[in-house]
């Protein structure tokens, strides 16, 4: 078993930590919290054991009727791989740490690129992450972006990527920013970062993003277009994502158009959190121009689709299963994977 610790319990965090404990070649051997919350709490009744990063809170804790296992560096030093879910910007400051205790260790996209020195996705680079002691998991959109060009090139060949990113405005349960009321251009300038992050993983395509945030909390929308090498049609298109293990087709039949919608249909599927742990493509928008020019809308759930990428990256680095599609395989089937279809 994988003993894996989880060093930030929050949005990302307590997913990955639920997306562990069902694996069966793997163990959740702590998760940390900076202060007692509501998360602490749901820690607690999952089980987990609790670690703080300052022991002097501890009183503090315990008054709240919560156990302390220890300070973060115990919770390291029982773990084989930690995943870092910390803030953004807070996990670079961590790497002193793990490289002192010399554990490996799984970042997130809001850490860059040189952090890790290597970001991963499953479908394109999960050999080559043997050996390394670090990894970071590119961004939610990203990994969006990722899965589709690379899916798309490897079938027909991509020449040029252009994709118009529409961004949720919060995460459900952050109050702290309010209500608002604007669509803000996230970055004004052209193109936004989620190319370069892109080509952190797939270096040699050519992609420019452009990004907005509008007024929601829940998934990322994005308008793609790719200029293809190969001739195609879109009945081959459809067949390539209906094969993707981690891209699910939102048909037309369902009348789903909208997030809230595929929201409640993957509630309705059974899926904890209602997460949508797949590209969630509408079947509807697909469409093969000419036979070279690609266009559709997908969705992406910004909470969820980078938790099956840190289950298999933690293989991955610790080298326990060499074929990434076994692993693929192995990820979805623990979380119940009932795809999108």
């Not at 997913?15 to 959740?28: F, H, N, S």
């Not at 998934?219 to 298109?237: F, G, S, W, Y």
């Not at 067949?239 to 087709?249: D, T, W, Y």
């Amino acid at each position: 078993m994988i003993k894996v610790a989880i060093n930030g319990y929050g949005t990302i965090g307590k997913r990955v930590a639920d997306a562990v404990a069902k694996q069966p070649d793997m163990e959740v051997v702590g998760v940390s919290k900076t202060s007692v919350s509501a998360e602490a709490f749901v820690a607690k009744k999952r089980g987990y054991p609790l670690y703080i990063a300052d022991i002097g809170k501890k009183a503090a804790f315990e008054k709240a009727g919560l156990d302390v296992a220890g300070d973060v560096e115990a919770m390291l030093k029982a773990a084989d791989i930690v995943v870092d879910a910390t803030p953004g910007g807070v996990g670079e400051k961590n790497r002193p740490v793990y490289e002192r205790l010399g554990k490996k260790a799984i970042y997130q996209g809001g850490e860059e690129h040189e952090v890790a020195g290597f970001s991963f996705n499953a479908h394109v680079n999960y050999k080559e992450a043997e050996g390394h002691q670090f990894a970071r998991i590119v961004s939610c959109n990203s990994t969006g972006l990722v899965r589709i060009i690379s899916a798309m090139d490897q079938a027909f060949g991509v020449d040029r990527v252009r994709a118009v990113m529409v961004r949720r405005a919060s995460d459900p349960g952050d109050v702290k920013r309010g209500p608002v009321d604007a669509t803000v251009l996230n970055p004004a300038t052209i193109p936004s970062h989620h190319g370069p992050d892109v080509n952190t993983v797939l270096p040699d395509v050519n992609i420019v993003t452009l990004a907005m945030i509008v007024p929601t909390t829940f998934m990322h929308m994005h308008a793609i277009q790719m200029d293809l090498k190969k001739e195609t049609t879109r009945e081959e298109v459809l067949k390539v994502f209906e094969n993707h293990s981690r891209i699910g087709l939102v048909r037309k039949a369902t009348g789903i158009k909208s997030n809230a919608q595929l929201r409640e249909y993957a509630q309705d599927l059974g899926r904890p959190r209602a997460d949508v742990w797949e590209n969630g493509v509408f079947e509807e928008s697909v469409s093969v121009l000419g036979g070279k020019e690609f266009y559709c809308f997908q969705a992406i759930h910004q909470e969820a689709d980078v938790i099956p990428e840190n289950i298999d990256c933690i293989r991955a680095l610790m080298g326990t299963v060499k074929d990434p599609e076994e692993s693929i395989r192995m990820t979805n089937k623990a979380l119940g994977f009932v795809a999108i279809r």
